[in-house]
């Protein structure tokens, strides 16, 4: 269940008070501030900021706007309505994330025990999970086993050999080779049959050995900036498919890996891919045909929601020569997160990072002065010269490194930023993804702690989501008694569930309604079992 505690400002908020609430239910319990409605994480910081000094807090940490996922699943479900997302685990294992995921009908893509742990360990289904490393080790295919996570993927012979000795009623899904050169993180140098040369033959040989596959995925690269991709693999998926069918596999899953963009370029963004996407599957997966479409998106719902907040922890001055061999003045600053921290998104990612200085409380009073005399100025002389300084900060060339003992260590060679001083507070943001999914406590930084906020009327929505789900929990122990099997009746109940007004696509349906209507639909079908095999 969730619940709030009322009205208990946070004390390092100083005199602004946010509401304190507790979100809870049988797997996971976190704090959560409940903030009024279009709350920035960045305005959030600076209130955390002003009250930090006077309790001494000192420790780089994240905001995690929890209203942020719920508007990308929103998104996602209006622009791939076709598509189930299974949330890639390994772009940001946060169980808080994964629990918000889980309430909104997610699956998840894991790829190794501890990532299936971690699921489980939230009250997740087996069933609702893909195990999607195509090279897995031979103890964490029998952990599979064991847990009841029977669907999985494969790329080569070998792999086949170990699902046969260890785990032979295992549903595989063949991964095939797709690439868009171009994507940040191009994953099929190391990952995916060739689906001319190489994955006909595995298919073949499945079918010899008796291991059913039952679908195809790929995965055309994380970061993807060039859709044609997914064209070009769905294309080879549709031949594969056919000849799995021939080959007499049942083939119902399509699977069509991460790349979505974490916020949207002018080079890319869902609604482009889903432009491209959309019609592709009808054509080749019509919905008649009832095949199966899911996606193991990662960054799409991890990036934007996470901004990072670190303290200036020292401060150096320099001299450094700029492109024409000046020398000029630059500011070194020392902050208690880096390389070797979140910042590993520097080198594993390809990321590239902005930092901007949060506002102090001194300099958001001196602006205020500054501009309430601007303003009295203009009106003195006019309206024609009306006009607020919006660039009185005076910028300089600036580094930034992290807090480690090692020169590697560094986020941002050349940036302009305000003279700052130590104990200053600076923000990144869209820091969610792959970020301190890989973070090291390497020199005895420990990687940051989450603050999570959400707005009050998505807290509203997800204590009915969290409501929901006990029913869930109810009617799954029912079904599984009935049918002495595994229910997953999640996902098909809560897609298309979140809407903007925070309640049912549906219309503003009251929770009791939902909840009724929830129940009513309770007995339906598996949605792996309810695949239908097409010809
Ligand atoms: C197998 C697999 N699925 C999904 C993802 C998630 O990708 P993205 O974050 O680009 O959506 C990855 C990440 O690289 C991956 O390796």
């Excluded at 955390?48 to 706007?65: R, T």
């Excluded at 080198?347 to 102090?360: K, R």
Aim: charged residues 25%.
């Amino acid at each position: 269940m969730t619940s709030e505690a009322i009205e208990t400002p946070d004390e390092s908020m100083g005199s602004y008070r946010y509401r304190q609430a507790t979100y809870e239910n049988e797997s996971i319990i976190f704090p959560i501030t409940v903030v009024p409605e279009q709350e920035s994480a960045r305005n959030y910081a600076i209130q955390w900021a002003d009250g930090s000094d006077e309790v001494g807090a000192d420790a780089p940490f994240y905001v995690c706007n929890v209203s942020q996922f719920l508007k990308q699943h929103q998104q996602w479900l209006s622009l791939m309505p076709r598509v189930h997302p299974f949330y890639a685990v390994k772009c940001n294992p946060d169980p808080t994330l994964i629990q918000i995921l889980s309430l909104l009908g997610c699956g998840f893509d894991c790829a190794s025990k501890g990532e299936l742990d971690l699921v489980l360990g939230q009250n997740i289904a087996p069933e609702r999970i893909i195990y999607a490393n195509p090279c897995k080790t031979a103890s964490f295919i029998k952990h599979a086993k064991e847990v009841g996570a029977n669907l999985m993927t494969f790329d080569n012979a070998d792999e086949l050999k170990k699902i046969k000795n260890l785990f032979p009623e295992a549903r595989m899904v063949l991964r095939i080779f797709a690439m868009d050169p171009t994507a940040l993180c191009p994953l099929s140098l190391k990952f995916g049959a060739d689906p001319v040369t190489e994955a006909p033959g595995l298919l073949k040989l499945a079918a010899e050995m008796g291991i059913q596959v039952i679908g195809i995925s790929f995965h055309v690269g994380s970061g993807c900036r060039d859709a044609t991709a997914y064209r070009i693999a769905l294309e080879h998926a549709r031949r594969l498919f056919d000849l799995g069918l021939e080959l007499g596999h049942s083939m119902g899953l399509l699977d069509i890996g991460g790349g979505f963009p974490g916020v949207e370029s002018t080079q890319i963004s869902l609604e482009k891919i889903a432009g491209l996407v959309n019609p592709i599957l009808d054509e080749k997966f019509p919905r008649e045909s009832g095949v199966r479409i899911i996606a193991e998106p990662g960054r799409f719902y991890a990036h934007a929601a996470y901004t990072l907040v670190v303290k200036i922890i020292a401060k150096r001055e320099a001299k450094k020569k700029n492109e024409e061999g000046i020398e000029t003045d630059y500011k070194m600053y020392y902050v208690n997160d880096g390389v070797y921290g979140s910042f590993n998104c520097l080198v594993f990612d390809h990321a590239t990072v902005e930092a901007e200085a949060l506002p102090t409380k001194e300099h958001r009073k001196k602006d205020d002065e500054e501009e309430d005399e601007q303003n009295d100025k203009d009106e003195d002389e006019g309206d024609e010269k009306k006009q607020i300084n919006n660039n009185k900060t005076t910028l300089h060339w600036s580094c930034v490194w992290g807090p480690t003992c090692d020169s590697i260590d560094l986020i941002l060679e050349r940036c302009r930023l305000p003279e700052l001083e130590v104990g200053d507070w600076i923000i990144f943001e869209n820091m969610g993804a792959y970020t301190r999914a890989a973070a090291s406590p390497f020199n005895g930084f420990q990687p940051p702690a989450v603050q999570y906020i959400v707005s009050e009327s998505d807290w509203s929505l997800l204590m009915t989501l969290n409501r929901k789900s006990e029913v869930h929990a109810i009617v799954d122990r029912q079904m599984s008694t009935k049918l002495n099997g595994d229910g997953d009746h999640h996902a098909e109940l809560d897609s298309g569930f979140v809407s903007d007004s925070g309640h049912s696509s549906e219309g503003d349906k009251g929770t009791d309604a939902i909840l009724d209507e929830l129940e009513s639909v309770g007995s339906a079908p598996n949605d792996f079992d309810a695949i239908a095999v097409t010809a």
